[in-house]
């Protein structure tokens, strides 16, 4: 008999006799089981997976068709409809800083800082943005980048 099945014999027999098994004993009868190959996991599933590691360009292009896309994208109208549009000011008619938020100093997407006379658009979450940085996120994804809020209004 080879090493293997006696730890196998021994530890069956151990378990028969209601000795227990210490963590050592456990660790090693797995070990010796998997690295062996005795034990094998049997992934029903198997046939179904495909390998994109050793496809083709043209291969993973059909895949691709034949997947299809999701668009999280805003149509140009639901777009318009989710930014209210202003010119950004640093302080208003009273000289006083007019930032409500502290995140509010600079565009979250391109990490500029707004200067007076910015194109600025909030989103129904309050989130403020360039607007040409923003328009382009939406192109993309529905979603405030910041709070992950839907940039759609709520009906």
Not at 33 to 61: A, K, P, T, V, W
Request: charged residues 30%; glycine residues 4%.
């Amino acid at each position: 008999m080879n090493g293997i099945a006696e730890v196998v014999l021994l530890a069956l027999e151990r378990i028969e006799h209601d000795h227990e098994l210490t963590y050592e004993q456990l660790a090693s009868l797995e070990t010796n089981l998997f690295s062996s190959g005795m034990i094998r996991f049997h992934d029903q599933h198997s046939d179904m997976r495909i390998d994109i590691d050793n496809m083709s360009y043209e291969e993973l292009l059909a895949l691709g068709d034949e997947i299809g896309t999701v668009s999280t994208a805003l149509s140009e109208e639901a777009l318009s409809r989710s930014l209210k549009k202003s010119i950004y000011q640093e302080t208003d008619e009273t000289g006083a800083i007019s930032l409500d938020k502290d995140d509010d100093i600079k565009c979250s997407i391109c990490q500029e800082e707004y200067v007076d006379g910015d194109e600025v658009g909030t989103m129904p979450c309050e989130h403020m943005y360039h607007v040409s940085c923003v328009q382009q996120w939406l192109r993309m994804k529905n979603w405030c980048p910041i709070c992950k809020t839907s940039a759609e209004e709520k009906s």
